[in-house]
């Protein structure tokens, strides 16, 4: 139990199911529409890679509005912040239902990018109410229900896609946006102490974060670790059309293997983190990730490339991140509490630019003829770089205290 601050707007904290459905909302736009992808450019008339960059450049953009969402909630609040984003994401997904040109779609699309507020508010949200330990344990929870929207969305999306084309999708997004609209006004407290200084002061607080190994220990360790997922996300649906021919539904089912592993190291999160610790559980997830995609490239390498078995290796990228990324989240976000939503953003950013780069990278190297090897070679690359990350924050606690 927590004993909540004193609210600027309201005497209670927001409920969990609120920060929950916030975080799925983020979550669902980022993968509802992955089985569509060939469809969607079929009907632009455009080739897949161009398609493709739904994903990394939204995530590219992700990362960039949550470098300035973390300062602005700072400055002026959790909930008016939140609010304004949501509103810019539900023109936004108008937007792209009516885009005539491909072009038009992906300026659309680049601006569904404000419901990063979501994730980045809903962190510095649970950092606001409890202290460092139990942030772990409550954003484990929150994202294990989150991880169940991920892993039916790419399902919700290829029914959708099947049943009506691929605007469906968008359509569901438009509905979502507006009912999560709704539940923010009505229980979105706020939860922050209004900060005095403008937001260029905020912003050059940043310094202070820079200077924290520490801080930089956890978002190497997030970073590199959802970089396995967030290049997944790029590659995967090429890889589930192109090697093994699976139709858009069938697809969206694969596609969910990872949030199902998610959804089972959120629980651990959840369980564990508050008697094992933060940088235990950190480096538990870096090797369980990297053991599981190295594991899958040996199966595929040798000959067994069933897509049940390739896809459902998988889930271990989301077993790992699912252990790893509460409690990265909630180091870094405890380096320097008074500072919880700019930490938030600038750590989200780092996150997902790493994961768009990554996202980019795959989709140009899966070529014709390549097989899975490239998506599988970038994401074992990736979760390998996150162990020494995730020993270094481990071993750093243990050498210095309060750096």
Same mark, same amino acid.
């Given at each position: 139990?927590?004993?909540?601050?004193?609210?600027?707007?309201?005497?209670?904290?927001?409920?969990?199911?609120?920060?929950?459905?916030?975080?799925?909302?983020?979550?669902?736009?980022?993968?509802?529409?992955?089985?569509?992808?060939?469809?969607?450019?079929?009907?632009?008339?455009?080739?897949?890679?161009?398609?493709?960059?739904?994903?990394?450049?939204?995530?590219?953009?992700?990362?960039?509005?949550?470098?300035?969402?973390?300062?602005?909630?700072?400055?002026?609040?959790?909930?008016?912040?939140?609010?304004?984003?949501?509103?810019?994401?539900?023109?936004?997904?108008?937007?792209?239902?009516?885009?005539?040109?491909?072009?038009?779609?992906?300026?659309?699309?680049?601006?569904?990018?404000?419901?990063?507020?979501?994730?980045?508010?809903?962190?510095?949200?649970?950092?606001?109410?409890?202290?460092?330990?139990?942030?772990?344990?409550?954003?484990?929870?929150?994202?294990?229900?989150?991880?169940?929207?991920?892993?039916?969305?790419?399902?919700?999306?290829?029914?959708?896609?099947?049943?009506?084309?691929?605007?469906?999708?968008?359509?569901?997004?438009?509905?979502?946006?507006?009912?999560?609209?709704?539940?923010?006004?009505?229980?979105?407290?706020?939860?922050?102490?209004?900060?005095?200084?403008?937001?260029?002061?905020?912003?050059?607080?940043?310094?202070?974060?820079?200077?924290?190994?520490?801080?930089? &220990?956890?978002? !190497? =360790?997030?970073?590199? $670790?959802? +970089? %396995?997922?967030?290049?997944? @996300?790029? #590659?995967?649906?090429? *890889?589930?059309?192109?090697?093994?021919?699976?139709?858009?539904?069938?697809?969206?089912?694969?596609?969910?293997?990872?949030?199902?592993?998610?959804?089972?190291?959120?629980?651990?999160?959840?369980?564990?983190?508050?008697?094992?610790?933060?940088?235990?559980?950190?480096?538990?997830?870096?090797?369980?990730?990297?053991?599981?995609?190295?594991?899958?490239?040996?199966?595929?390498?040798?000959?067994?490339?069933?897509?049940?078995?390739?896809?459902?290796?998988?889930?271990?990228?989301?077993?790992?991140?699912?252990?790893?990324?509460?409690?990265?989240?909630?180091?870094?976000?405890?380096?320097?509490?008074?500072?919880?939503?700019?930490?938030? &953003?600038?750590? !989200? =950013?780092?996150?997902? $630019?790493? +994961? %768009?780069?990554?996202?980019? @990278?795959? #989709?140009?190297?899966? *070529?014709?003829?390549?097989?899975?090897?490239?998506?599988?070679?970038?994401?074992?690359?990736?979760?390998?770089?996150?162990?020494?990350?995730?020993?270094?924050?481990?071993?750093?606690?243990?050498?210095?205290?309060?750096?």
């Amino acid at each position: 139990m927590y004993t909540p601050r004193r609210f600027l707007r309201r005497d209670s904290p927001p409920h969990i199911m609120t920060l929950v459905i916030l975080a799925g909302l983020g979550a669902l736009t980022m993968n509802i529409f992955l089985p569509s992808l060939p469809g969607m450019a079929a009907w632009f008339g455009v080739d897949y890679r161009l398609m493709q960059l739904t994903v990394p450049v939204y995530l590219g953009v992700n990362a960039g509005l949550q470098v300035v969402v973390g300062p602005l909630s700072d400055r002026y609040g959790r909930r008016p912040v939140m609010l304004v984003a949501l509103v810019v994401f539900v023109v936004a997904t108008l937007g792209t239902l009516v885009a005539p040109t491909v072009e038009v779609f992906l300026a659309f699309r680049m601006c569904q990018a404000t419901v990063a507020a979501a994730m980045v508010i809903g962190r510095a949200v649970v950092r606001d109410m409890v202290p460092a330990e139990q942030a772990a344990s409550m954003i484990g929870y929150v994202t294990m229900g989150m991880a169940l929207v991920p892993m039916v969305g790419p399902t919700i999306g290829g029914g959708l896609d099947a049943a009506f084309g691929w605007k469906a999708s968008f359509l569901f997004l438009l509905v979502a946006g507006l009912g999560v609209l709704a539940l923010v006004w009505a229980d979105l407290g706020e939860t922050a102490h209004r900060q005095t200084s403008g937001l260029a002061a905020q912003i050059r607080e940043y310094p202070e974060l820079f200077a924290s190994r520490r801080f930089w &220990g956890y978002c !190497g =360790a997030s970073a590199f $670790g959802s +970089g %396995a997922f967030f290049t997944f @996300l790029g #590659g995967a649906p090429w *890889v589930g059309t192109e090697v093994y021919g699976l139709a858009p539904g069938t697809l969206g089912l694969y596609l969910g293997m990872p949030a199902l592993g998610y959804m089972l190291g959120n629980f651990l999160a959840g369980r564990l983190s508050v008697r094992v610790g933060l940088d235990a559980m950190v480096l538990a997830g870096a090797v369980v990730c990297t053991l599981g995609l190295a594991a899958a490239t040996v199966i595929y390498w040798a000959g067994l490339v069933h897509p049940g078995l390739f896809f459902g290796f998988m889930a271990f990228i989301g077993l790992g991140n699912g252990m790893l990324m509460p409690n990265a989240t909630a180091g870094m976000l405890s380096v320097r509490p008074g500072l919880a939503g700019t930490a938030s &953003g600038l750590g !989200g =950013a780092i996150t997902l $630019g790493g +994961g %768009a780069t990554l996202a980019a @990278l795959a #989709g140009v190297l899966l *070529v014709p003829g390549a097989g899975p090897y490239p998506l599988l070679f970038i994401m074992l690359l990736s979760s390998t770089a996150s162990i020494p990350c995730a020993a270094y924050v481990s071993r750093r606690r243990r050498v210095v205290t309060g750096v």
